[in-house]
């Protein structure tokens, strides 16, 4: 077995040489591949920028040249599909992405050449698994490798829970129990723990690879800032002084998109040249300003939270947070955008108490509580007709005071139709319903278990405040996500 091994592991180090022009595996890359080559699970906790989607990219061109089976790459990202795509090809490695930028006849045609075994390696959400057309695909093909990007979405104790996430251990036993890797940037202790429970698994089966968390090139500031006037002024002084940032991209994240659009004009206003973006954009307008990012050679751009996810540039100096996260997995996976060359970056917090205030609120529109579920219920239910005659916006007037950024409704629907209450979790099929429904599924009844989700988001808001007064950062972190390294 060990000669075995040895050959694999050679074949995937030739694999790494000749389709991605690097010399040699870095960190636990080698021991994650070793691993799985070996036909053993693995969960990969390792820091953004650290190299995760080879553990799952060299095992689809590594094998006897008559194996035809597939790495399927189950992902929420629809918008990096295509980054990761394209760079694959440029690599020499036949893959494909099939989600719902697509139009239907593009689906059709990826789909025809799945079945036909043209690819080696496929990315999908799982909500594709929802298609029965897509299902029946697999019991032609065979997986070789079952790989979850973002594994923290599965938990819903995690900071980014997807429902359809939830359903990976029916997924797998779907695809028949394939071998499996989970990977993610941030994933605490009990995040890790309810990725295995959610994938039906448990440590003796799936062997947790951890890298750590330290980056020594990332220089971690916190300044406490009072009001608007005060930021503005710090801002314009890492912006104007600092050699680092000077040399590369800049990046500074804000949570409101009016707040970022007002530092903007201010920015103009004291002659720095930058771009904005966030999801007031258009698909086209955002796609632009992401290659702009990556093609100038000083960039400064101002964005929310949904930025940078596939930025593929080594050379960012600085991440600067305008506004305080939300958790401490946010800003974890943001600052690990910089310095992904390795020289010095700078990743600064301008902290502001009251920044806290909005992200209480943001809390509580994320987490519908048990009378928001049952009043929901109640308009699916017993007039369900004014529900689909009117739509989603008569509903959300009809059970909150409506705010652009109060979730609870999509949310509320996401999670009915996990509990197969409803058709789907958005639109149309999200109002109506599978069967006779009289009361709500358990867990969206039991107000013990919702407000102990609803504490779960306000520990990692606190832990964002405890990280600010630590004295030393890069300890806290180390402490947070479970990781002395």
């Given at each position: 077995?060990?000669?075995?091994?040895s050959?694999?592991?050679?074949?995937?180090?030739?694999?790494l040489r000749?389709?991605?022009?690097?010399?040699?595996f870095?960190g636990?890359?080698?021991?994650?591949?070793?691993?799985?080559?070996?036909?053993?699970?693995?969960?990969v906790?390792?820091?953004?920028?650290?190299?995760?989607s080879?553990?799952?990219?060299l095992?689809?061109?590594v094998?006897?040249?008559?194996?035809?089976?597939?790495?399927?790459?189950?992902s929420?990202?629809?918008?990096?599909?295509?980054?990761?795509?394209?760079r694959?090809?440029?690599?020499?490695?036949?893959a494909?992405?099939i989600?719902?930028?697509?139009n239907?006849?593009?689906?059709?045609?990826?789909?025809?050449?799945?079945?036909?075994?043209?690819?080696?390696?496929?990315?999908v959400?799982?909500?594709r698994?929802?298609?029965?057309?897509?299902?029946?695909?697999?019991?032609?093909?065979?997986?070789?490798?079952l790989a979850?990007?973002?594994?923290?979405?599965?938990?819903?104790?995690?900071?980014?829970?997807?429902?359809?996430?939830?359903?990976?251990?029916?997924?797998?036993?779907?695809?028949?129990?394939?071998?499996?890797?989970?990977?993610?940037a941030?994933?605490?202790?009990?995040?890790?723990?309810?990725i295995?429970?959610?994938?039906?698994?448990?440590?003796?089966?799936?062997?947790?690879?951890?890298?750590?968390?330290?980056?020594?090139?990332?220089?971690l500031?916190?300044?406490?800032?009072?009001?608007?006037?005060?930021?503005?002024?710090?801002?314009?002084?890492?912006?104007s002084?600092?050699?680092?940032?000077?040399?590369?991209?800049?990046?500074?994240?804000?949570?409101?998109?009016?707040?970022?659009?007002?530092f903007?004009?201010?920015?103009?206003?004291?002659?720095?040249?930058?771009?904005?973006?966030?999801?007031?954009?258009?698909?086209?307008?955002r796609?632009?300003?992401?290659?702009?990012?990556?093609q100038?050679?000083?960039?400064?751009?101002?964005?929310?939270?949904?930025?940078?996810?596939?930025?593929?540039?080594?050379d960012?100096?600085?991440v600067?947070?305008?506004?305080?996260?939300?958790s401490?997995?946010?800003?974890?996976?943001?600052?690990?955008?910089a310095?992904?060359?390795?020289?010095?970056?700078?990743?600064?917090?301008?902290?502001?108490?009251?920044?806290?205030?909005?992200?209480?609120?943001?809390?509580?529109?994320?987490?519908?509580?048990?009378?928001?579920?049952?009043r929901l219920?109640?308009?699916?239910t017993?007039?369900?007709?004014?529900?689909?005659?009117?739509?989603?916006?008569?509903?959300?007037r009809?059970?909150?005071?409506?705010?652009?950024?109060?979730?609870?409704?999509?949310?509320?629907?996401?999670?009915?139709?996990?509990?197969?209450?409803?058709?789907?979790?958005?639109?149309?099929?999200?109002?109506?319903?599978?069967?006779?429904?009289?009361?709500?599924?358990k867990?969206?009844?039991?107000?013990?278990?919702?407000?102990?989700?609803?504490l779960?988001?306000?520990?990692?808001?606190?832990?964002?405040?405890?990280?600010?007064?630590?004295?030393?950062?890069k300890?806290?972190l180390?402490?947070?996500?479970?990781?002395?390294?």
């Amino acid at each position: 077995m060990q000669n075995y091994l040895s050959h694999r592991l050679e074949d995937a180090v030739a694999a790494l040489r000749q389709h991605f022009g690097f010399q040699d595996f870095q960190g636990q890359q080698a021991a994650i591949l070793q691993h799985l080559l070996s036909g053993q699970h693995a969960l990969v906790v390792m820091p953004t920028g650290g190299g995760k989607s080879l553990c799952y990219q060299l095992p689809a061109v590594v094998g006897p040249p008559d194996d035809d089976s597939i790495v399927l790459v189950l992902s929420p990202l629809i918008a990096l599909m295509k980054d990761q795509v394209d760079r694959l090809s440029m690599h020499g490695i036949e893959a494909t992405y099939i989600n719902s930028s697509l139009n239907g006849h593009e689906r059709q045609q990826r789909m025809q050449a799945l079945r036909d075994g043209t690819f080696r390696l496929v990315y999908v959400t799982p909500e594709r698994f929802r298609k029965p057309e897509f299902r029946a695909i697999w019991k032609q093909r065979q997986v070789r490798l079952l790989a979850i990007d973002e594994a923290h979405c599965v938990s819903q104790w995690g900071h980014d829970f997807r429902p359809d996430y939830s359903r990976l251990k029916e997924i797998r036993q779907f695809l028949g129990l394939p071998l499996t890797v989970a990977l993610t940037a941030t994933a605490t202790p009990d995040c890790q723990r309810d990725i295995l429970r959610q994938l039906g698994m448990d440590a003796r089966e799936m062997r947790i690879f951890h890298s750590g968390i330290k980056r020594p090139n990332l220089h971690l500031k916190v300044r406490q800032v009072w009001n608007e006037e005060e930021k503005l002024r710090h801002l314009l002084e890492l912006l104007s002084n600092s050699q680092q940032i000077e040399s590369g991209g800049t990046i500074v994240y804000f949570t409101l998109i009016k707040t970022l659009q007002r530092f903007s004009e201010l920015l103009r206003q004291h002659g720095f040249v930058h771009t904005c973006y966030h999801g007031d954009l258009s698909s086209p307008e955002r796609r632009a300003v992401q290659e702009a990012f990556l093609q100038a050679a000083k960039p400064l751009i101002l964005a929310t939270n949904a930025f940078g996810m596939g930025i593929d540039r080594a050379d960012i100096r600085a991440v600067i947070h305008a506004e305080v996260p939300g958790s401490l997995e946010s800003y974890y996976q943001e600052i690990g955008r910089a310095g992904r060359d390795g020289k010095v970056a700078i990743c600064c917090l301008l902290y502001a108490s009251d920044d806290l205030l909005t992200q209480m609120q943001f809390i509580q529109w994320r987490n519908p509580d048990a009378d928001f579920y049952q009043r929901l219920l109640h308009y699916l239910t017993c007039r369900g007709e004014e529900v689909r005659a009117h739509g989603f916006q008569w509903l959300n007037r009809q059970l909150q005071n409506v705010h652009p950024h109060d979730h609870r409704l999509a949310t509320a629907l996401a999670m009915l139709d996990r509990h197969d209450v409803v058709a789907g979790p958005q639109p149309p099929a999200a109002f109506e319903l599978r069967r006779e429904v009289h009361t709500l599924p358990k867990p969206l009844a039991d107000a013990g278990y919702l407000d102990r989700k609803r504490l779960a988001d306000q520990r990692r808001l606190q832990a964002m405040v405890e990280y600010t007064q630590a004295s030393d950062r890069k300890a806290f972190l180390g402490q947070y996500f479970g990781s002395d390294s």
